[in-house]
């Protein structure tokens, strides 16, 4: 494995950066839109509630596959050339925000409804009680589960190496096919995957503690 | 008592008939074919072709019968040798099972998209050669790609994961990018999407995509020499050298390059050396 890795480690870490560069990239996106999208979804605006519905419901029952390949073949020949590492991070962006959405969506409705009906008897307009006091409480209640999808998404960008997108799956299956040591190969893969999910796991953790302090 | 020895008797007799079968078989793989078709009134050849091969030799349902390249050289063959094209007979052979039904004698010859390499040669015969295999680039009709030289920083090439195809472009043009896919329709479908400038592979299986999807080409001839040839049994050089005289003869007169046109439309007929 140590051979492995020194011969094929420039590889390897070129593989982990991008993982690590398209997982931040998507993740950032993926929480902006997702948490849009999960308030549209509780709207009273029939328009953008039906929208946000139909969004969250298209992307979270199509395969995350099917989603990155149509930007990777189709876009381009139709609407703009992207190459494969774009085209990854669009899909697992629009995939992970729809499961986000759905997150924040159950977090803004376990808020009891009274808090909502407090903030607009105070004269608050129906987007500032969302935004001072409905929100901060939901967002608090989402973290853990928001937590996995984080680690979802890390784990979901191996599908960059479907569509050349040179990530650490990529390099992955190129070393594996070319030394036929699978085994070797795949641990050394699944733990460069490590040194990005434990982390992860570890700042939601503490995260939530500190949420949990201040409640 | 004697039942078991009755029975041990059964063993031994079932034992000497399947030992004397073999030997029958044995005494036709080393008949020799030529006399045989000299011989006899109405001689069949038995050629071994493949049956999933698309442009090569494909099972055609509706049909009911194997047609391809290598299946219509074969039948030119046979007219030339015996006189009738309907002397060939055709048994579906797939690269596991082709030299041992050759080396039983159950096929007279293969002729099954069966590259030359010295391994084969220890156990077979190979005729001269009949198609020029080898690793080509699959471009589209408009591409300013004529050939592996043309490859430089700029272009991208696509290729399968792990294949040896991957490695011998990197040989041979290592400024080129090279993409690895799961396989030729994704590798394929990457190339209508623009996301490279070529695929390179194995230039019959290009081809078969070239005849699937118009719009494409290849561009140049092969950049490595993998050739197809007929592979005949050891001991029957006689009827090698006649699929020879044969073979020479249906360049000569034209036959070739039809069957060529009538299964690689756009190609040009490559010289065979």
Known sequence: MLELLSSYGGMLTQGFLNTLLASVIALFFSTVIGTLIGILRVSQNKFLNQFANAYVQLFLNIPLLIIVLFFYTAVPMYVVQIGGFTAGIIGLTIYTSAFIAE??????????????????????????????????????????????????????????????????MYYGDLIASETFNTFDTYILVALFYLVITLPLTYLMQRLERRNAAHS | MKKSIRLLGL???????????????????????????????????????????????????AEGEIQGFDVDI????????????????????????????????????????????EERKKQVNFSDVYFAAGQSLLVPEDSDLNGVEDLTSEHTVLAVKGSTSAQNIREHSPEAEVLEFENYSEAFTALQSGQGDAVTTDNAILLGIIAQN??????????????????????????RDEVNEALDAIIENGTYAELYHKWFPEEEIPDLG
């Not at chain 2, 030997?23 to 036709?28: I, M, R, S």
């Not at chain 2, 069949?44 to 999933?52: E, F, M, N, P, Q």
């Not at chain 2, 719009?215 to 040839?229: C, I, K, N, S, V």
């Open chain 2, 74 to 117: 074969a039948k030119a063959l046979t007219e030339e040798m015996t006189g009738d094209a309907s002397n060939a007979e055709f048994v579906e052979v797939t690269s596991k099972t082709r030299i041992p039904l050759l080396k039983n004698g159950n096929i007279d010859a293969i002729i099954a998209t069966m590259t030359v390499n």
């Open chain 2, 11 to 61: 063993f031994l007799t079932a034992f000497v008939l399947v030992v004397l079968s073999g030997c029958t078989a044995g005494a036709v793989a080393n008949q020799n074919i030529v006399e045989r078709v000299e011989e006899t009134e109405n001689p069949t050849l038995i050629w071994g072709v493949k049956a999933d091969t698309n442009l090569f030799g494909l099972y055609n349902i």
């Open chain 2, 214 to 239: 118009p719009g494409y080409r290849l561009a140049g001839d092969p950049f490595t020499y993998e050739p197809y040839a007929i592979a005949i049994n050891k001991g029957q050089e006689p009827f």
């Open chain 1, 103 to 168: 997150t924040v969506r159950a977090g803004i409705q376990s808020v009891p409804a009274g808090q909502m009906e407090a903030g607009l008897s105070t004269g608050f307009t129906y987007w500032e009680t969302m935004r001072y006091i409905v929100l901060p409480q939901a967002l608090r209640i989402v973290i853990p589960p928001l937590g996995n999808q984080f680690i979802n998404l890390v784990k979901n960008s191996s599908i960059l190496a479907m569509v050349a997108g040179m990530d650490l």
